[in-house]
C-alpha cells in the first residue's frame, strides 16, 4: 500500500505598501488628471457634451460684445419711417375777423353748347363753396386786409370743375392784394368736384360777395399826436371817385384802411376840416375820405 506524500503548504507573500502620505498622493493625482480629461479638456475643444438652451442671435451678439443696443439709433430709425408732423397754419392776426360771405348769385347759365339760358335754377354751390370762401387761415395777402372781395365762379358740369375764377366791380382791393387773395381761392377750389352738386344746365356764373375785414388801427400812444377836432354830422353821401381811398384819420398820409368803389353809398358822422368820416361797409366800420371823394 503506497503512501501518500504530504503536499507542503502554499505561502502567499504580500508587498507591503510605502507610507500613507504616499498612497494620498498618488490619489489627488489621478482625481487631477480626471477632472482635466472630462471637465476642462472638452471646453478647450470646442466640444459641447450636452446640449444648451437657443438663444436668440441679436441677444447673443450683445452678449458677446458686451455693448448695449443703442436707443437713438433704433429711435431715428423709427422716425425716419413715420410721416411729417402736419404744420398749423399761421392764424389770421390778432383782432381780424374770419371774411363774411354773402349769398350767391347765380348771374348766367348756360347749355352745353355754351347758348345762354334766360332762366336759372338756384345751384346749391354753396355746399362746396362758403366754408372754403370764408376760410382765409393760409392766405398771408388777406390778414391785414379790409375791404370787399366780389368773386365769380364759372362751373362746368361737362367737366364737373370749377373752369374760371373771375371778379366783379363791387371788388374794393387795390390790384396788388386783389391778386394775392383770388389766387388763394384758386389754389383751394382748385381740386373742388361738383358731382354731387344738383343741377338742370351745364354751365353757370356764380357770384359771391366777400367783405374782409383786418385788426382795427391801434389807438395812438399817449402823447403821439394831437387829437382831432371833429364836428358830429349826419346824412348819406355817394362815392364819386373811382376809387375812393378810406384813411384811418383825416390826414392824407393817413393809413388807408379800405377802398370804396364809384357809386357806393355812404353814411357820414363827422367832418374835420376837408375831411369826411364815413360808414363804408354793413358792419358800420369808419374812416375818413377826402371831401370831394364823395362830391362834398
Known sequence: MATS???????????????????????????????VAGVVWPRLAGIRLVPELPVPAAASAQDLSGAPEEPAA?????????????TRPEPLSPGAQPPVVGEAQVTSCRDAAGGKIAKCDAVDFDRVARERLS????????????????IGFELDFTTERVSR?????????????????VECYR??????SLVAIPHEHQRYTVFYRVEL???????????????????????????????????ATPEKDGKVVARVLSGTRVGVTG??????????????????????AIGM
Open 187 to 192: 389754389q383751394s377750389f382748385a381740386n373742388v
Open 135 to 150: 376760410n382765409l387761415d393760409e392766405c398771408p395777402a388777406a390778414r391785414k386786409v379790409s375791404g370787399v372781395v366780389s
Open 165 to 181: 375764377i373771375t371778379t366783379g366791380k363791387a371788388t374794393s382791393l387795390d390790384e396788388e392784394t386783389l391778386t394775392a387773395v
Open 5 to 35: 506524500r504530504r503536499q507542503p503548504a502554499l505561502k502567499v507573500d504580500v508587498p507591503r505598501t510605502g507610507p500613507g502620505s504616499l498612497r494620498l498622493g498618488r490619489v489627488g493625482l489621478i482625481a487631477a488628471v480626471g477632472f
Open 271 to 292: 367832418k374835420s376840416g376837408d375831411w369826411y368820416r364815413v360808414k363804408y361797409d354793413s358792419r358800420g366800420r369808419e374812416g375818413w375820405v377826402f371831401r370831394t
Open 74 to 86: 433704433a429711435s431715428a430709425l423709427a422716425s425716419a419711417n413715420l410721416p411729417p408732423k402736419p
Open 213 to 247: 375785414a383786418a385788426a382795427p388801427p391801434e389807438p395812438a400812444a399817449a402823447g403821439s399826436a394831437a387829437p382831432v377836432a371833429v364836428t358830429p354830422a349826419s346824412g348819406t353821401a355817394t362815392v364819386s371817385w373811382e376809387t375812393a381811398l378810406v384813411h
